[in-house]
């Protein structure tokens, strides 16, 4: 039973590599994309970043879980308090008007503020085809990393305030906001998922985005009950729920 590493380690990283060592788990760091051939014959759980993950969870037989490409775009407005569309980029280089820009489940397309649509990554260095998430431009004074599993807010940490990091623990409210989230779209996420929220500048809670487990920072949060996360989120496809299929990466 191995936790899986890149070749370069986050503050994050090391961190839930302590963690995996506290519960006797092995871990490894591969330094290159090549899986030697013993991994391949154990239980082997990942923590990297989409493109190494891409490149070694075929080859260790991992399952990666993902919220749906359109998740945060379908979430009701209450819950976003932006509109928030799921479209080809091709569809996005017609906008005209600044937008908040990002690729859904990883960082494709840098997430940021364009001016408007002919700012983006053209096609000449993407698929016209690939989808992107494009939102209305919100501001949040306070943002949340909450780490879910099974239904439950797991743990979590605040990592930002203004746009500037600022890691602390997480506060009672986005607990409870996190909460409510997961009583009305509990259904429509994996089992262990991270999703962002925020405190918006006119004090209302809404989700900044969804990200992958076993690819996310856990900032101030457990890092042990962050692991129990990441080891739902990126293990042995063999072992993967039923409820989990259809959020396999």
């Known amino acids: 039973m191995a936790l899986i590493l890149p070749p370069r380690l986050t503050a994050s990283a090391r961190a839930l590599r302590e963690a995996a060592r506290r519960r006797g788990m092995r871990t490894v760091q591969l330094l290159v994309h090549d899986v030697p051939d013993a991994l391949r014959e154990e239980d082997a759980y990942l923590h990297a970043g989409p493109s190494f993950a891409d490149a070694v969870a075929p080859a260790l037989a991992v399952a990666l879980?993902?919220?749906?490409?359109?998740?945060?775009?379908?979430?009701?407005?209450?819950?976003?308090?932006?509109?928030?569309r799921a479209v080809p980029?091709?569809?996005?280089?017609?906008?005209?008007?600044?937008?908040?820009?990002?690729?859904?489940?990883?960082?494709?397309?840098?997430?940021?503020?364009?001016?408007?649509?002919?700012?983006?990554?053209?096609?000449d260095a993407v698929d016209p085809e690939t989808v992107v998430l494009v939102s209305d431009v919100l501001g949040f004074d306070e943002e949340f990393r909450l780490y879910l599993l099974d239904g439950r807010v797991h743990t979590g940490s605040r990592y930002g305030v203004s746009g500037q990091l600022r890691p602390a623990?997480?506060?009672?409210?986005?607990?409870?906001?996190?909460?409510?989230?997961l009583s009305a779209t509990g259904h429509t996420v994996p089992s262990a998922i991270v999703v962002d929220v925020g405190i918006t500048a006119t004090g209302r809670w809404a989700v900044v985005e969804a990200n992958a487990a076993w690819a996310s920072g856990c900032y101030a949060a457990d890092p042990d009950r962050a692991l129990d996360v990441v080891l739902r989120a990126a293990g042995p496809a063999a072992r993967l729920a039923e409820r989990d299929a259809a959020f396999v990466r």
Not at 90 to 113: Q, T, W
């Open 65 to 84: 879980l993902e919220a749906p490409a359109d998740w945060l775009a379908r979430l009701p407005a209450a819950f976003v308090r932006r509109e928030i």
């Open 89 to 123: 980029i091709r569809e996005a280089y017609g906008l005209r008007r600044p937008v908040f820009v990002k690729s859904p489940n990883d960082e494709s397309i840098p997430a940021l503020v364009y001016a408007d649509g002919s700012r983006l990554p053209g096609p």
């Open 169 to 181: 623990p997480l506060s009672a409210e986005a607990r409870a906001f996190g909460h409510e989230l």
